[in-house]
Every structure is written in C-alpha cells, then in structure tokens.
DNA sequence: GATGGACCTTCCCATGATGGGAGGGTCAAG
DNA sequence: CTTGACCCTCCCATCATGGGAAGGTCCATC
C-alpha cells in the first residue's frame, strides 16, 4: 500500500505520514524500487492508533510511548494507565484554568452594557486588573 | 524607561517586547542616541494590558483588536463586548471537548486493572476504537 | 580615565504539528 | 506513447517564544 491508500485507509495526511516517517515514529515497512514508500496492515494500524491517541488529545511524546507500550506484548498494564491518568489529570487542570477564564469574561461581560457608548467594564478591567500573578502557561497537544 | 525596565514593569519578557515592536503592536516612544528603545507610561500600560489578556487566555489576533478599541476613546462597548462573548463562546467550547476526552479517558483508566498483566482496555480501545469523527482541532492561544 | 559588568542592539536559529508548493520521477489507463 | 494522478525530496511558512552570538553602550568603581 503506497502513502496515498494509507492516508485514506487512516485519515492522516500524506504528509503527516511522511512526518512520522521522518522522526521515526512509524516507518513505512519497505520502499519500492521507485523509492515509493510501502505500508501494510501493522503501520496502518499504528497510524490509525496514532490517530485515535491524537484525538484523545495526547501530545506527541506521549504517544510516542503509548505507542512503543502497544508494540511491545508484555507490557505491564500499569504504565498505560499511569500514562491516561497523567493525561487526564493535565485535562482536568486545563479544563479548569479555561474555566476560570471564562468565567472572569462572563461577569465581564455581563456588567458591559454593549452598546453605542464607550464606557466597558471589561477594557477597565484589563487596564487595571489585578492579574493574580501568572496563571502558567501549557503547551497544547492537538 | 528601556526595555529591561519596561519588561520588570510589566511581566512581559523582553524578546516579547520586541517582538511586539517587530509586529507593530507597541513600538516604543522613541529611541534614544544609542538605537535604545524608549517606553513611556503609556507603552508601559499597553503592555500590562497585553499581559493581562493573554492571562485571560485572548489570542494574539484579539488582543490586536481589543487593544486598538482600547486606545479609542469612542469605540462602542458593543465592540469589545463581541469580542469577550466570542471568546467566552470559544473556551466553552474548547472546554466541552476537553471535558469529553477527559471522561472518555477516565472510563478507559477505570477499566484497566493496571498491574502486572498486559491486558488493557487503553490500548484496546485505541487499537480498535470507534472514533467518532474527527473532533475539530483548535490552535490554542495561551 | 580606564575597566568591568550589566545592559542594549540586531540577526539567526529552534521549537511542534501542520500545510503549501516547486521541481522532478513513476505508474497505469487510455 | 501520452496524460493525469500519484509519488519523491527539499524548502518555506506558520505563531509565540526562547537561546545565543557578535558587537555597541552605560555606569559605577578603582
């Protein structure tokens, strides 16, 4: 199966796949004489793993050691496990930060009339907030 | 005031600041004989307004237009009501989806006996999983 | 008035996942 | 054999951010 058919049979592109290729997360099983890169069933299905892990909101790294815990037979259950529970426990605190955020934009935005006039609570705030010190700042996986 | 006091004074790092002096969002008061930037109270307060709503999570794209309605005098409370209520709308949104990979995980990580033994319903899941069609994938500000 | 250290400048490079595109080779159907 | 669809590699761009080099400036201390 050349790159075009894998990409359609895994829902990455062509260049990601070349991009995995590259950085040696899934390499093709062979070449062909045209220097064609050739996939069957076990890349396809390690792409399609990748895929399903990247809509899981796994980063990179993270699935590079899911996927090298898939590969291997033997592997303990735990480490998988100890892998989700750190992603979710990273979710849990994002979807929290996000939270506050939204929330300090709601009343904001609920105490601004929205209207022809220019007074706004929500450019006042930003002028002279209190900014309680540096919320960190994470990196995004998908 | 140069840019190593501007960045003390603001929280903003000083490649930042000139990053944002490259890009045209705060360029300096002026610069001094020696090619130093200048900043003034003013730059200084654009600055910590840029800080603060990239603290609330606003994209550099809504901090360019938050930032030129602020510097009007005249702008419309509507405007920058917009813009908040489309980022309330946006985080939402993000923390919904967020919240789905977070649950979905949880239920996998709940399965999993997470031992010794092999067997795992994590890397069941992600081997043969259903995949419910491409959730949307979001660049994040942040 | 020289020296040293802290500061400033510009320029280049890297990140990570992704897409765009150029220039050129390959394959299969007509 | 031609044509169009496909593949290859290589380069560039994104966006916000940091690292670092090479070189100029400023100020306090000797």
Redesign the interface.
């Known amino acids: 199966m050349n790159i075009g058919q894998a990409a359609r049979a895994t829902?990455i592109s062509a260049k990601m796949i070349r991009y995995y290729d590259e950085i040696g997360l899934v390499r093709p099983a062979a070449r062909t004489e045209a220097n064609y890169r050739e996939y069957d069933a076990r890349q396809v299905?390690e792409l399609?793993?990748i895929?399903?892990?990247r809509?899981?909101?796994f980063s990179m790294a993270e699935i590079t050691r899911?996927l090298s815990?898939?590969r291997d037979?033997?592997?303990?259950?735990?480490e998988?496990?100890?892998i989700?529970?750190r992603?979710?426990a990273d979710?849990?605190a994002?979807?929290a930060e996000?939270?506050a955020?939204?929330d300090?934009?709601?009343h904001?935005?609920h105490c601004?009339?929205?209207?022809?006039?220019?007074?706004?609570p929500?450019?006042a705030?930003?002028?002279a907030?209190s900014?309680p010190s540096?919320?960190p700042?994470?990196s995004?996986p998908?």
């Open positions: 829902g299905n399609r793993f895929r399903r892990a809509n899981l909101g899911l815990l898939w037979r033997e592997r303990p259950s735990r998988v496990k100890a989700a529970d992603h979710v979710l849990d994002r979807i996000m939270q955020m939204a300090a934009l709601r904001l935005s601004c009339a929205g209207d022809d006039r220019p007074d706004c929500i450019l705030d930003l002028t907030g900014l540096d919320p700042r994470r995004r998908s």
